[in-house]
């Protein structure tokens, strides 16, 4: 990663995996979502979602394209209102800004977010006539809680920072990678076992006296 690469262009870099600098809506569905778990119909719709509502920003000057590339040197401009103020407008990582999502709606625990104290933050970062920014606002928050709550309904915090500074995804790939390896281990360590009971019957079977005059394979 270049050292001047701001963590709103590290953020967004994962979808970009032959580098580029442009992300196309079938890098954002496959090298994207569904490289980390999310199901078909939710990375279909975030493909296509993400990249027209992107595109155009990240192209400033450029004629529209049908293919709605994002460019990723230019995803600063796609910064959108009515959200948490974490990135500012050139991309960078606003600590400030980041802890004040838990000290003004962390309520329940206080390094993690319920659905409803999500939802409190998402009212609450509302600018008046924004509508199109709380529609995004929105779809970023629940889909990010959808994928990476915990088992008692919560948004960690060191999940949230994960996701601005960019290693969210990489670390959910990574994981979702060593889940399928473990799926196939198991597999075919359950195949062996199926299979040896039958190797053991074909063995008894050659010691019968009458098994001389069989054609057993």
């Known amino acids: 990663m270049p050292t001047d690469q701001n963590v709103l262009k590290k953020h967004v870099a994962f979808f970009d ?19 980390i778990g999310a199901g078909y119909f939710l990375s279909m719709a975030g493909a296509i979602f993400i990249n027209v509502a992107l595109s155009g920003k990240t192209r400033p000057g ?20 009515s959200d948490s103020g974490v990135y ?12 004040e999502i838990f000290i003004k709606f962390a309520r329940t625990h206080a390094s993690a ?8 933050m998402l009212k609450a970062n509302r600018e008046p006539q924004d509508y199109k920014g709380w ?3 929105w779809t ?5 809680y ?21 290693s969210l995804f990489e670390h959910m790939e990574r994981e979702r990678a060593a889940t399928i390896k473990k799926s ?9 076992i199926q299979f040896q009971p039958k190797i053991k019957l074909y063995q008894d079977m050659s010691l019968l006296p009458w098994s001389s005059s069989l054609n057993l394979v």
């Open 88 to 99: 500012d407008s050139e991309g960078r990582f606003v600590r400030l800004k980041f802890e």
């Open 184 to 192: 196939l281990q198991s597999r075919d360590r359950h195949c062996v």
């Open 135 to 137: 529609i995004i606002s």
């Open 146 to 166: 959808c994928l990476c709550k915990d088992n008692n309904g919560l948004l960690r915090k060191e999940t949230i920072r994960a996701v601005y500074d960019g």
């Open 113 to 120: 977010l319920t659905s409803d104290e999500l939802m409190a």
């Open 17 to 35: 995996r032959n580098h580029d600098g442009l992300v196309y809506p079938w890098e954002t569905f496959k090298a994207g979502f569904r490289a």
């Open 62 to 81: 450029k004629f529209p394209s049908l293919l709605f590339p994002i460019e990723v040197k230019n995803i600063h401009l796609a910064k959108h209102g």
């Open 140 to 144: 970023e928050w629940k889909t990010l």
